[in-house]
């Protein structure tokens, strides 16, 4: 079997595990008491890059024989990734805890995958879109890249995965900072807890002294 056919046909089991697990166990999801439940971002962000590099490793094993060492910018990838997904998942459930706060995830039911991870509380975001661009075009040139590398028999087991420069990788960061930036803001007051009520100078104990 030809390098490229092993490369893809590994990236459509992965592809097929996901879609099967997600059935099963919501794993591409938001927690949510909504049913279906809508797909997060986050997590379709972490998931997308793993299925790639996972990929990558075990493609590079069966063809080249030897098991591959992961880049410096590799692991900052996958870094930014889990990040995003745990400071995501931690304002999800300082939310959940918060009385006066709605979930935009608790009060609307999935409506399509594209449309879920491209949609805040108001609606479809620019700098969700941008993230989600950024992602699939990164992804694609990195799948590209190794499966070309994967053919070529001069390319070492080390050199068949590409190495992210670090402006790209800047860029990419930025792009996740600020969908965790906005995520902090993007769900509303409960409209059903009344205000806390803060008393003005005007009606303070008097009975203290003052000094």
């Known amino acids: 079997m030809s390098p490229p056919i092993i490369f893809w046909t590994v990236l459509v089991v992965f592809l097929t595990l996901v879609i099967v697990l997600d059935k099963i166990y919501f794993m591409l999801r938001d927690v949510s008491t909504e049913l279906p439940r809508p797909y997060s971002f986050a997590r379709t962000q972490l998931t997308w890059w793993t299925i790639i590099v996972l990929t990558s490793f075990i493609s590079i094993l069966l063809v080249k ?24 998942r931690v304002i999800d459930v300082g939310d959940s805890a918060n009385p006066n ?19 805040d509380e108001s609606g479809v975001s620019i700098h969700r879109l941008q993230t989600i661009v950024l992602t699939i075009t990164f992804g ?30 800047i860029l990419l960061g930025l792009s996740s900072g600020t969908y965790v930036g906005l995520k902090v803001s993007e769900n509303r007051p409960n409209p059903s807890m009344p205000p806390e009520h803060v008393p003005d100078e005007g009606h303070l104990d008097q009975s203290r002294p003052v000094g």
């Not at 706060?101 to 491209?118: A, E, M, N, P, Y």
């Not at 001069?154 to 790209?168: H, M």
């Open 101 to 119: 706060t709605v979930r935009h995830q608790d009060s609307s039911k999935s409506q399509g995958f594209l449309l879920d991870i491209l949609s």
């Open 140 to 169: 694609i040139w990195f799948l590209v890249q190794v499966a070309a590398n994967l053919s070529d028999p001069s390319v070492s087991a080390n050199g068949v995965i590409p190495d992210i420069t670090t402006n790209n990788l």
């Open 65 to 88: 024989k030897e098991v591959a060492t992961l880049l410096e910018s590799t692991l900052i990838l996958l870094g930014m990734s889990s990040g995003t997904t745990v400071a995501a």
